[in-house]
């Protein structure tokens, strides 16, 4: 293992470390609004034109406001959501491989976009009207929430929640949503099926201003929240025991983190579907670099975990132009081996 | 050339032109057909070359190959629609997400839907649909009309008898049959060549099947796709009639298996031709060897 550095050297890199991501960010966004298989060169004047500064082309204000700007701010918002969830997760694990999908969030989401997909249609269409759209990310956000709040009442026992038992019911619980969604993949048509294998790869092509009116209150208050959960996690990072007699409540530190990950990881599976990978690679990718302060780790999380599903996006987009690869494919084809690279090349650094 | 003559035949040709023109103005020039039957529909009503994109499950008729991909017909997205500037986009039934169609629509762009369904009837609509969207309705009624003639002639054959007793394998899964239930393009075109769907009764859409099923629906023939050009998704036959509960039936016992292309699930305008020479290999396959 490394000599460990001086805390205050540490603490100098992450801050720089911060800004170089705060930099890099603003450029991606950039290039995430410029780069596209539709002609739409104007991206400033279509801004410009919104701000009431005058006129823009339609077709260019459609592309980029209606378009690609919903788009890059989904990308952004779900990356952020995924990398400070699966930071916060595994803080409180203490285990470097947990991710939001630990407590149930990611099984439950899907088990709730399958039921809507598949049993959608037996719902009078009158009584939805156009609310019916928005019926599957609005069951996967529910499906999240209800599996990690029956998986937390089954780990809490007086009041006292057992990271054990939390796991161990969590692989429980993960089978019995795995054969209800089985169930339903059995009942679905042929055309469902499709829709099911495409949703399980994530997508952001869908995106939309009404589709982030609802969901991104919800990710950006988990996001401002999360900061105030550092302390707490560096606390427990020295063992339960040391973190009471530091002053911070495990109880409620659990129980805040594991609100926080289901409802920002809901909503931001209920956005784009299932994106695998974002969660557990950007925490990791950052303690190597800049060590496990949480206090740094976690506005840096953000940022990174932005960056990562930006950059995707751009990929998916011009892979196969005028076509679109799922995100998830992008991420899970390009963070795999790029974990391995890490694991491989810091073998020393993560033996715990 | 005399002054009047040349006054009559300037006139002819503006008239001429005002003519192309708004021959021109009522044509889309740049079409976008999403799904295979509506690319055939298309070409097929003599507009192929005004089709400036395809989506990824239409392949025919080869020409279409060279036109850039948008993507899978239930995956569009809007940028990748809108990159190819259509100025008339025809969506088969299943074309999607809503949320792309959404967008498109607020392009103000002309999005023509057709109906989805495995029957002569859907096929005639289709055709008068796409030929009213086209500008094209002269050729869409002829099409149409001969289209229908085929049909009759078809259902005039079929009517005599006899009736196979078919199953449709759309694939085969280490040994799990997936077959062809009601509701689908299989039994369409099953039903057209005047065979009997023994699965029909059972299911709706496409299912796995227990060895049990397969040896109670006791099929005369098994009618499997042809993957013309990627011999990689041909299952083998041998592997088929490895299947215990098949070689068990009357299929397995004579090894009876037809292949049609699989643009026959399609419902476009070869459906007819293809329906009739399913029927002729049907009845070839039921003859006693």
Redesign the interface.
């Given at each position: 293992m490394a000599a460990p550095r001086p805390a205050g050297d540490r603490h100098l890199r992450a801050r720089l470390l911060g800004l170089g991501l705060c930099a890099t960010l603003i450029g991606v966004m950039a290039l995430s609004l410029h780069l596209?298989?539709?002609?739409a060169s104007d991206v400033l004047g279509v801004l410009a034109a919104k701000a009431g500064l005058g006129v823009a082309d339609p077709?260019d204000s459609?592309?980029i406001w209606?378009?690609?700007l919903p788009r890059m701010v989904t990308a952004a918002l779900v990356g952020a959501a995924l990398a400070v969830s699966g930071t916060v997760m595994q803080g409180l694990f203490r285990n470097p491989l947990a991710d939001p999908g630990l407590v149930g969030v990611s099984a439950g989401a899907g088990l709730g976009a399958v039921a809507a997909i598949v049993l959608g249609g037996l719902l009078p269409v009158a009584l939805l009207g156009p609310a019916s759209?928005g019926l599957t990310p609005v069951a996967a956000f529910l499906g999240g929430w209800l599996s990690t709040f029956v998986l937390y009442r089954i780990a809490t026992q007086g009041g006292r929640t057992s990271v054990a038992t939390l796991l161990l019911a969590g692989i429980a619980l993960g089978a019995l949503t795995g054969a209800l969604t089985g169930v339903l993949v059995y009942r679905a048509?042929?055309?469902q099926l499709?829709?099911l294998t495409?949703w399980n790869m994530g997508?952001v092509?869908?995106a939309?201003w009404a589709k982030l009116v609802v969901a991104a209150p919800v990710i950006l208050a988990g996001l401002c929240l999360a900061p105030a959960l550092a302390r707490g996690l560096d606390a427990v990072s020295l063992g339960e025991a040391v973190a009471v007699h530091l002053g911070v409540d495990p109880q409620r530190l659990k129980r805040r983190a594991i609100v926080l990950v289901a409802a920002t990881v809901g909503a931001s599976v209920a956005l784009t579907g299932g994106i695998g990978f974002v969660g557990i690679v950007v925490p990791h990718l950052l303690r190597l670099v800049q060590g496990p302060a949480h206090r740094f780790l976690l506005p840096n999380a953000a940022l990174l975990g932005a960056i990562t599903l930006l950059l995707a996006d751009c990929l998916s987009?011009v892979v196969?132009?005028?076509?679109?690869l799922?995100i998830g494919i992008v991420t899970a084809a390009l963070g795999g081996p790029f974990f391995l690279w890490i694991l491989l090349r810091n073998r020393a650094l993560v033996d715990v | 050339m005399s002054r009047k003559l040349r006054a009559a035949v300037l006139a002819l040709v503006s008239v001429a032109l005002v003519c192309v023109r708004a021959a021109q103005a009522q044509e889309p020039a740049r079409i976008l057909p999403v799904g295979d039957a509506a690319t055939e529909f298309v070409f097929a009503l003599g507009a192929g070359d005004q089709v400036v994109a395809r989506d990824s499950t239409s392949r025919f008729p080869p020409e279409v190959l060279s036109l850039p991909d948008i993507g899978y017909m239930r995956q569009l997205s809007p940028e990748g629609v809108l990159s190819v500037t259509p100025d008339l986009i025809l969506l088969q039934a299943g074309a999607g997400p809503p949320e792309t169609l959404q967008q498109l629509r607020a392009t103000g762009l002309p999005l023509v839907t057709l109906e989805g369904g495995f029957d002569p009837a859907q096929v005639l609509d289709n055709i008068r649909l796409i030929g009213a969207a086209l500008g094209r309705a002269p050729q869409a009624d002829a099409l149409a009309r001969s289209q229908q003639a085929v049909f009759a002639q078809l259902a005039d054959m079929v009517a005599q008898g006899p009736h196979p007793r078919v199953m449709f394998v759309l694939s085969d899964q280490a040994g799990r049959l997936n077959v062809a239930g009601a509701g689908t393009g299989a039994d369409g075109i099953l039903r057209l060549a005047g065979a009997e769907n023994v699965m029909a009764d059972a299911y709706t859409g496409y299912r796995l099947v227990s060895d049990e099923a397969i040896l109670q629906a006791a099929p005369d023939i098994v009618v499997m796709l042809d993957h013309t050009g990627r011999p990689e998704m041909d299952a083998p036959a041998a592997d088929l009639w490895r299947n215990a509960a098949l070689a068990g039936t009357p299929a397995g016992q004579r090894q009876a298996l037809v292949r049609i292309a699989p643009a026959a699930l399609a419902f476009g305008p070869r459906t007819a031709e293809m329906a009739a020479h399913l029927r002729h290999d049907l009845l070839a396959a039921a003859a006693p060897q």
């Amino acid at each position: 293992m490394a000599a460990p550095r001086p805390a205050g050297d540490r603490h100098l890199r992450a801050r720089l470390l911060g800004l170089g991501l705060c930099a890099t960010l603003i450029g991606v966004m950039a290039l995430s609004l410029h780069l596209g298989a539709a002609g739409a060169s104007d991206v400033l004047g279509v801004l410009a034109a919104k701000a009431g500064l005058g006129v823009a082309d339609p077709r260019d204000s459609l592309i980029i406001w209606n378009i690609r700007l919903p788009r890059m701010v989904t990308a952004a918002l779900v990356g952020a959501a995924l990398a400070v969830s699966g930071t916060v997760m595994q803080g409180l694990f203490r285990n470097p491989l947990a991710d939001p999908g630990l407590v149930g969030v990611s099984a439950g989401a899907g088990l709730g976009a399958v039921a809507a997909i598949v049993l959608g249609g037996l719902l009078p269409v009158a009584l939805l009207g156009p609310a019916s759209a928005g019926l599957t990310p609005v069951a996967a956000f529910l499906g999240g929430w209800l599996s990690t709040f029956v998986l937390y009442r089954i780990a809490t026992q007086g009041g006292r929640t057992s990271v054990a038992t939390l796991l161990l019911a969590g692989i429980a619980l993960g089978a019995l949503t795995g054969a209800l969604t089985g169930v339903l993949v059995y009942r679905a048509s042929d055309s469902q099926l499709r829709d099911l294998t495409f949703w399980n790869m994530g997508s952001v092509a869908g995106a939309s201003w009404a589709k982030l009116v609802v969901a991104a209150p919800v990710i950006l208050a988990g996001l401002c929240l999360a900061p105030a959960l550092a302390r707490g996690l560096d606390a427990v990072s020295l063992g339960e025991a040391v973190a009471v007699h530091l002053g911070v409540d495990p109880q409620r530190l659990k129980r805040r983190a594991i609100v926080l990950v289901a409802a920002t990881v809901g909503a931001s599976v209920a956005l784009t579907g299932g994106i695998g990978f974002v969660g557990i690679v950007v925490p990791h990718l950052l303690r190597l670099v800049q060590g496990p302060a949480h206090r740094f780790l976690l506005p840096n999380a953000a940022l990174l975990g932005a960056i990562t599903l930006l950059l995707a996006d751009c990929l998916s987009r011009v892979v196969i132009a005028p076509a679109e690869l799922p995100i998830g494919i992008v991420t899970a084809a390009l963070g795999g081996p790029f974990f391995l690279w890490i694991l491989l090349r810091n073998r020393a650094l993560v033996d715990v | 050339m005399s002054r009047k003559l040349r006054a009559a035949v300037l006139a002819l040709v503006s008239v001429a032109l005002v003519c192309v023109r708004a021959a021109q103005a009522q044509e889309p020039a740049r079409i976008l057909p999403v799904g295979d039957a509506a690319t055939e529909f298309v070409f097929a009503l003599g507009a192929g070359d005004q089709v400036v994109a395809r989506d990824s499950t239409s392949r025919f008729p080869p020409e279409v190959l060279s036109l850039p991909d948008i993507g899978y017909m239930r995956q569009l997205s809007p940028e990748g629609v809108l990159s190819v500037t259509p100025d008339l986009i025809l969506l088969q039934a299943g074309a999607g997400p809503p949320e792309t169609l959404q967008q498109l629509r607020a392009t103000g762009l002309p999005l023509v839907t057709l109906e989805g369904g495995f029957d002569p009837a859907q096929v005639l609509d289709n055709i008068r649909l796409i030929g009213a969207a086209l500008g094209r309705a002269p050729q869409a009624d002829a099409l149409a009309r001969s289209q229908q003639a085929v049909f009759a002639q078809l259902a005039d054959m079929v009517a005599q008898g006899p009736h196979p007793r078919v199953m449709f394998v759309l694939s085969d899964q280490a040994g799990r049959l997936n077959v062809a239930g009601a509701g689908t393009g299989a039994d369409g075109i099953l039903r057209l060549a005047g065979a009997e769907n023994v699965m029909a009764d059972a299911y709706t859409g496409y299912r796995l099947v227990s060895d049990e099923a397969i040896l109670q629906a006791a099929p005369d023939i098994v009618v499997m796709l042809d993957h013309t050009g990627r011999p990689e998704m041909d299952a083998p036959a041998a592997d088929l009639w490895r299947n215990a509960a098949l070689a068990g039936t009357p299929a397995g016992q004579r090894q009876a298996l037809v292949r049609i292309a699989p643009a026959a699930l399609a419902f476009g305008p070869r459906t007819a031709e293809m329906a009739a020479h399913l029927r002729h290999d049907l009845l070839a396959a039921a003859a006693p060897q």
